[in-house]
């Protein structure tokens, strides 16, 4: 199989901090990245999508400069919540596409909780 | 837009039953459809998939058939097991677009 990691696994953060997470894909690389908010008994909703060497592309109503993303290696990507506010709390996922082989699959990470006070 | 309708959770069901997780979805062409599985503790996994109508996709003795004329892609086991209890999600992607539109995800659980 393949290998997606997330850290941290959780963060509580204050209001107005800025908080990093990193998704990692372990065993093989991911020229693309994707980045999923999740809200409590509601779906995965896709933020942006994360190339490797190039500009992120978000989704409609998802602030750029709020939500900053890096995908700087073939195997790392970060998404910064910028100035971080209560409403910003929710469960973060990522995901890498693995391709190659017969279709290209997206691997998921385990997800992290993002808290802020 | 696209979007993907799942059978409201929570689920419970005792060990052997016959399980059915219904999924109806919306969308512009001809989209492949996916169910992806989510243990305690873990990120999603792809259970199956079915990229265009009447293909079955199968896994682990779960089915689901694309159905083109009711836009749907039910779950189906015949006998579950403790060890599948967990969210199941019903997602979607466009041809050629590797974005996926998921379900609000449907808690399993089953007892012994």
């Known amino acids: 199989g393949a290998v997606v990691s997330q850290h941290p696994s959780w963060v509580i953060c204050k209001s107005g901090t800025s908080v990093k997470i990193e998704c990692r894909s372990l065993?093989?690389?991911?020229?693309?990245m994707f980045w999923y908010r999740q809200f409590p008994k509601q779906s995965l909703m896709l933020m942006a999508t994360s190339n490797e060497g190039s500009k992120a592309t978000y989704e409609q109503g998802v602030e750029k400069d709020k939500f900053l993303i890096n995908h700087a290696s073939l195997t790392l990507s970060t998404l910064t919540v910028t100035s971080a506010h209560p409403e910003d709390s929710s469960f973060y996922i990522c995901s890498a596409l693995k391709s190659g082989g017969a279709y290209n699959e997206q691997f998921f990470g385990p997800g992290t909780r993002l808290t802020v006070l | 837009g696209n979007s993907v309708t799942q059978m409201e959770g929570p689920v419970t069901l005792s060990e052997e039953a016959f399980l059915t997780i219904n999924c109806t979805y919306t969308a512009t062409g001809y989209p492949s459809l996916f169910w992806y599985v989510q243990y305690p503790g873990e990120g999603l996994q792809l259970l199956l998939k079915a990229t265009k109508a009447d293909d079955k996709g199968s896994n682990k003795g779960f089915e689901a058939t694309y159905r083109k004329e009711t836009t749907s892609f039910h779950l189906e086991k015949g006998s579950v097991q403790v060890s599948d209890s967990a969210v199941y999600f019903c997602a979607l992607s466009e041809q050629g677009n590797e974005k996926l539109t998921f379900g609000t995800g449907t808690r399993l659980t089953i007892i012994p």
């Open positions: 065993d093989f690389q991911a020229t693309t």
